[in-house]
């Protein structure tokens, strides 16, 4: 679905930012288009860390709201995963802003899998980001958008 709603984009002139899973998915777009790409906080393997999650869950922001997680939803996760990220070429197109106190996820292993990318580690913070308006500059120039 994404790439049916990206196929018409100028791929010199198109971004994309993600967070979190939506991370996993926007380097998906950069590995197929090579647009500059903007991560926070970003999903390194979530098939392995959704595979535990399968079955009836609830969402988090509305407990009272009830889902089933199938299997195949990790097999179409793995079926995206990017074998080297970034590649060496798209170095110069990732910038990651990762905090060490990211409770969802291990900055450690974000960092690793964006080795060679412009990488803002962050000292404490959360995986939300919360201080996100204090980053929001050096995204904006990043993307040639201040």
């Not at 590995?31 to 790409?37: E, K, P, V």
Request: charged content about 20%.
């Amino acid at each position: 679905m994404v790439a049916e709603g990206i196929a018409g984009w100028p791929r010199t002139s198109m971004a994309v930012i993600g967070s979190s899973l939506g991370g996993f998915y926007a380097t998906w777009v950069m590995q197929q288009t090579g647009c500059r790409t903007v991560l926070l906080n970003p999903a390194v393997d979530p098939a392995r860390d959704l595979a535990r999650y399968i079955g009836d869950q609830t969402a988090w922001h509305d407990p009272a709201q009830h889902f089933h997680f199938r299997p195949e939803f990790v097999d179409e996760l793995r079926a995206l995963e990017c074998p080297q990220t970034p590649l060496p070429a798209d170095v110069d197109q990732v910038m990651a802003v990762i905090a060490k106190g990211d409770e969802v996820l291990d900055w450690r292993e974000m960092t690793g899998r964006y080795a060679g990318a412009r990488i803002r580690l962050l000292e404490g913070g959360d995986h939300a980001l919360s201080d996100f308006d204090a980053h929001l500059d050096a995204i904006m120039g990043f993307l040639d958008l201040a």
